[in-house]
């Protein structure tokens, strides 16, 4: 599995952005699909989540209500919608995957992440 995020930029508080990632190798194997963020001297935190085939989804509570995660099936490409963006919002974004063999475990942040994108960068200014 290869991942490529991108999408990333600068913008003002209270705008939106969307950040992309396209993913291959994903073939027919069921997938947990997720976006990750680290701040300058933060540790790497969970953002969001979802079950590529089965669609659940998980968020942090920081970004709930704010970020949506959704995909193209046809592109092979997750998406993160970001509205209502905030200073503290500021980090690098990582798109991430990692097989998903118990359907039934939503708890998509507790996950051992495997595969990762390289990041891209998101700024908000006050």
């Known amino acids: 599995v290869q991942l490529q995020a991108s999408g990333g930029g600068l913008v003002q508080a209270g705008g939106s952005l969307r950040v992309s990632c396209a993913a291959t190798?994903?073939?027919?194997?069921?997938?947990?699909m997720g976006w990750f963020r680290q701040a300058p001297g933060k540790e790497r935190e969970f953002v969001a989540a979802f079950s590529w085939i089965g669609g659940s989804t998980a968020y942090a509570d920081s970004v709930k209500g704010r970020f949506t995660i959704s995909k193209d099936n046809a592109k092979s490409t997750m998406y993160l919608q970001m509205n209502s963006l905030k200073p503290e919002d500021t980090a690098i974004y990582y798109c991430?995957?990692?097989?998903?063999?118990?359907?039934?475990?939503?708890?998509?942040?507790?996950?051992?992440?495997?595969?990762w994108g390289q990041g891209t960068q998101v700024t908000v200014s006050s």
């Open positions: 190798g994903l073939g027919f194997s069921r997938y947990v």
């Open positions: 991430a995957a990692v097989r998903e063999f118990v359907p039934e475990n939503t708890d998509y942040s507790s996950y051992a992440f495997d595969y």
